[in-house]
T-cell receptor, first 110, second 116 residues
């Protein structure tokens, strides 16, 4: 079993739909990262959070440390949100070495 | 607009040639990572520096790969000799580490390497 599991692996949505991507982890962590990668593109850090909830535009990230679970929500999805979303956690006591989830490939259709 | 700069963006080379990739981290960041991304393996950590000292390079094939930080503004990843299986996108990322916790990471745009 991977230390960081994402679901779903693939997601197709219609423009305007509310989207949720989940991330579960089995290691002790200090914070969790959500990353976005567009096809053929670079990687952008969306959020780093250690508790509660963060919001940036139409993106919302939540984390429950006790349950070792985080979710990334996209409200009013748009085709430009089509990308791979990656959850990553630092290995406990290893400074900043990240363990990556396998990614969720999101496609938003117009 | 602070960002991580990587060069080259694209590199095509022949097997056996030396390849050097460069990364300029964001000024003030003390942590630098080199990652490799392939379709099969996803993102893999190759090397990790804090305050220019290598902390972890266990993910890197030692016989052909080497990573250095000659100064705080430059990190290099070298492959010698290169092999077709090294074809991948290589990402550099930097962050600020305090008390063993690294804050938000900033990624470069990647160097796409093709070894023929």
């Amino acid at each position: 079993k991977n230390e960081v599991e994402q679901s779903p692996q693939n997601l197709t949505a219609q423009e305007g739909e509310f989207i949720t991507i989940n991330c579960s982890y089995s290691v002790g962590i200090s914070a969790l990262h959500w990353l976005q990668q567009h096809p053929g593109g670079g990687i952008v850090s969306l959020f780093m959070l250690s508790s509660g909830k963060k919001k940036h535009g139409r993106l919302i990230a939540t984390i429950n440390i006790q349950e070792k679970h985080s979710s990334l929500h996209i409200t009013a999805s748009h085709p430009r949100d089509s990308a791979v979303y990656i959850c990553a956690v630092p290995k406990y006591n290893q400074g900043g070495k990240l363990i990556f989830g396998q990614g969720t490939e999101l496609s938003v259709k117009p | 607009d602070a960002r991580v700069t990587q060069t080259p963006r694209h590199k095509v080379t022949e097997m056996g040639q030396e390849v050097t990739m460069r990364c300029q981290p964001i000024l003030g960041h003390n942590t630098v990572f080199w990652y490799r991304q392939t379709m099969m393996q996803g993102l893999e950590l190759l090397a990790y520096f804090r305050n220019r000292a290598p902390l972890d390079d266990s993910g890197m094939p030692k016989d052909r790969f080497s990573a250095e930080m000659p100064d705080a503004t430059l990190a290099t990843l070298k492959i010698q000799p290169s092999e077709p299986r090294d074809s991948a996108v290589y990402f550099c990322a930097s962050g600020l580490n305090r008390d063993s916790l690294t804050g938000e990471l900033f990624f470069g745009e990647g160097s796409r390497l093709t070894v023929l």
